[in-house]
């Protein structure tokens, strides 16, 4: 049973809102973590979230998910596109992953199509804004 996650937003996602707002939308990340948290509670989930620029720091809290967390939800940003590292750690984990994008990576520039982390995570949601965090929520309850 999923009893905690945890929802790692990676470089740049601390300036949604701002950044890109055709793209990802003019809600704030205070805003979805907000409304993450909300749903997640709902259905009986702590959910803990953590954003970060730095691509070792995301490695170190994927790291301590494992002795915390029953799954992750991951937006790994651009690192999602060529981060082994970030793949070796979910791989490394051994906790369900699933990796998330808030617009369509399939349908925009072509280095975005290629992630690394696919194959490590149990499945990936892209495309559907904000939404895409819930359906990932949605999906590890279910698991
Ligand atoms: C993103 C897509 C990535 O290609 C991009 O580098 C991001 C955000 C998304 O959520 O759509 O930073 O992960």
């Not at 009986?44 to 970060?52: A, K, P």
């Not at 939800?73 to 998330?100: F, L, M, Q």
């Not at 290629?114 to 939404?131: D, E, H, K, L, Q």
């Amino acid at each position: 049973m999923i009893k905690r996650i945890l929802v790692i937003h990676g470089p740049n996602l601390n300036l949604l809102g701002e950044r890109e707002p055709d793209v990802y939308g003019d809600n704030n990340i205070d805003t979805l973590n907000a409304e993450i948290i909300r749903r997640a509670e709902k259905s009986g989930i702590q959910c803990d979230v953590f954003q970060s620029n730095h691509e070792g720091e995301i490695i170190d809290k994927l790291h301590e998910a494992r002795k915390i967390y029953d799954g992750v939800i991951i937006n790994a940003g651009a690192y999602t596109h060529y981060s082994y590292a970030i793949r070796d750690a979910i791989s490394a984990i051994k906790i369900p992953c699933i990796e998330v994008h808030i617009s369509n990576v399939d349908a925009r520039d072509s280095f975005r199509a290629n992630s690394v982390i696919a194959p490590v995570c149990v499945g990936s949601i892209s495309g559907f804004g904000f939404g895409s965090y819930y359906l990932a929520l949605q999906a590890l309850t279910e698991m």
